[in-house]
């Protein structure tokens, strides 16, 4: 076995069986006398309380398999990618000296950005220019936007105005694009020691996985769940953009009907997913990369191939 081996890293679009896969291999791994502990880059499962919406790991699951960085801080609480990054690789690291297998699995781009090539040293906030652009017209920002930084606009959102603003911010301070900084980030080569493992999905097939995990949420309860969170206060700036709450409180706000702020949790979830896909594409270039198809991951005996790999038996 090599002095340092490989951990994989699965990422895949939102309802495309990554948790599974993290499980799966696990419990394969056991079989080869080696234990695996799941590290999540979800940033919405580091919130307590936000349990359904984020499709967080059910106590069962997380009593099978030892779960790190979920139900990291309040909801009232902002969490940044340097937190998260610094807290990975420190569970990584405790999970090998336990000479145990960490394997990463989550959606987050910039979480699993930052792990595979570091962060992208960009300017420190200045509150009172986000206060400035938070209380622009969200026209005329976007109208920025895309004149400063054409390739930013095309990847953000119009109502995205936490991105937004920052690539504005990163301007203003800068004089360069945001994109143009990231385009120097992603020059940098991905760290030596994970394995990329990507689930590919057509888009129909995601787009109905995804619809009918919407409505499992509702069935479970989402809507209370979020109701006693926001009825409670608990939301704080960040994680009532998350997806999926940020919809339902513009119901409980009277912003939306109830039926429209769920199809609207479809909507922005398949354009999530798109992105997700998107980005996956992107990053499954490299040889320290392998990509599976996600409906027929169980038939393709992709679990059984990547034990070999990560345990030492091919390269």
Request: proline share 5%; hydrophobic share 45%; charged share 30%.
């Amino acid at each position: 076995m090599p002095a340092t081996p490989r951990f994989p890293v699965i990422i895949g679009p939102t309802a495309g069986g990554k948790s599974a896969l993290a499980m799966a291999l696990c419990d394969a791994l056991r079989d080869h006398g080696r234990n695996g502990e799941i590290v999540s880059a979800d940033a919405i499962q580091i919130y307590r309380g936000l349990d359904i919406g984020s499709a967080k790991p059910t106590h069962e699951v997380q009593a099978a398999a030892p779960h790190h960085l979920i139900d990291v801080v309040e909801p009232e609480d902002a969490y940044s990618v340097h937190q998260w990054l610094s807290a990975a690789n420190a569970a990584i690291d405790d999970i090998r000296g336990r000479d145990a297998l960490p394997i990463v699995v989550g959606g987050t781009h910039l979480y699993v950005k930052a792990l595979l090539d570091g962060l992208f040293d960009g300017p420190g906030a200045d509150e009172a220019l986000r206060d400035e652009l938070r209380a622009m017209d969200p026209a005329a920002r976007r109208a920025e936007l895309e004149r400063v930084d054409p390739q930013a606009a095309a990847r953000i959102h119009f109502n995205d105005e936490r991105r937004t603003v920052r690539a504005l911010e990163v301007f203003r301070l800068t004089g360069r694009p945001i994109s143009a900084h990231q385009a120097q980030w992603d020059a940098a080569g991905p760290r030596a020691d994970a394995l990329l493992v990507g689930l590919e999905w057509e888009t129909d097939a995601i787009n109905a996985r995804i619809n009918e995990r919407v409505r499992e949420m509702v069935r479970r309860g989402l809507i209370e769940e979020a109701r006693a969170l926001w009825e409670a206060q608990r939301f704080g700036p960040q994680s009532r953009e998350a997806l999926g709450y940020k919809q339902l409180i513009a119901h409980f706000e009277r912003r939306a009907t109830l039926e429209e702020a769920i199809e609207a949790i479809k909507i922005e979830t398949r354009r999530f997913a798109k992105n997700q896909r998107t980005w996956m594409r992107r990053l499954l270039v490299g040889p320290a990369a392998v990509a599976f198809k996600g409906d027929s991951v169980d038939a393709s005996g992709c679990v059984d191939m990547l034990v070999r790999r990560l345990c030492g038996a091919s390269p």
